[in-house]
């Protein structure tokens, strides 16, 4: 295996995928790239306070960042693991799908649970989705 993608959203499910991932990377030899994924807004908007500008969600935005690179750091370092950090727009699966087409990854980690439980009755959950719809295995860890 040369390549594995795992996907994070910052929850306690999440650092489980990354931890399986991580270990698999090291038995296997594998490089490994975390996926950050920034959503799309919501179907139906909420108006934002007139408080609120762009730049709020460019500041909400690279928080979000800087923890899915934090919760990784956090995970994967102390395994020793080799790691690199991709961020991405749009929808999860979709965009988990493109990175791993992009690396040319034989393998996507994801977790079971994560997201909101809006997202999944609309949507299906991440894992559904790439399981059903990935031309490449996924790994999904609970």
């Given at each position: 295996?040369?390549?594995?993608?795992?996907?994070?959203?910052?929850?306690?499910?999440?650092?489980?995928?990354?931890?399986?991932?991580?270990?698999?990377?090291?038995?296997?030899?594998?490089?490994?790239?975390?996926?950050c994924?920034?959503?799309?807004?919501p179907?139906?908007?909420?108006p934002?306070?007139?408080?609120r500008?762009?730049?709020?969600?460019?500041?909400?935005?690279?928080?979000?960042?800087?923890?899915?690179?934090?919760q990784?750091?956090?995970?994967?370092?102390?395994?020793?693991?080799?790691?690199?950090?991709a961020?991405?727009?749009?929808?999860?699966a979709v965009?988990?799908d493109?990175?791993?087409?992009?690396?040319g990854?034989e393998l996507?980690?994801?977790?079971?649970r994560?997201?909101?439980?809006?997202?999944?009755?609309?949507?299906?959950?991440?894992?559904?989705?790439?399981?059903?719809?990935?031309d490449r295995?996924?790994?999904?860890?609970?």
């Open positions: 295996m040369q390549e594995i993608v795992v996907g994070t959203d910052g929850s306690r499910a999440a650092r489980m995928a990354l931890e399986f991932a991580g270990r698999l990377a090291l038995e296997t030899g594998a490089r490994l790239t975390v996926v994924i920034h959503r799309p807004a179907a139906m908007p909420v934002l306070p007139a408080t500008t762009a730049s709020d969600m460019g500041a909400y935005w690279q928080a979000e960042d800087q923890a899915a690179q934090a990784a750091g956090e995970v994967l370092d102390p395994l020793g693991v080799a790691w690199k950090i961020v991405r727009n749009g929808d999860p965009a988990l493109g990175v791993a087409n992009e690396h990854a996507i980690v994801v977790s079971g994560g997201g909101s439980m809006g997202h999944r009755l609309r949507l299906g959950s991440v894992s559904d989705r790439l399981v059903r719809h990935a295995p996924v790994l999904v860890v609970r």
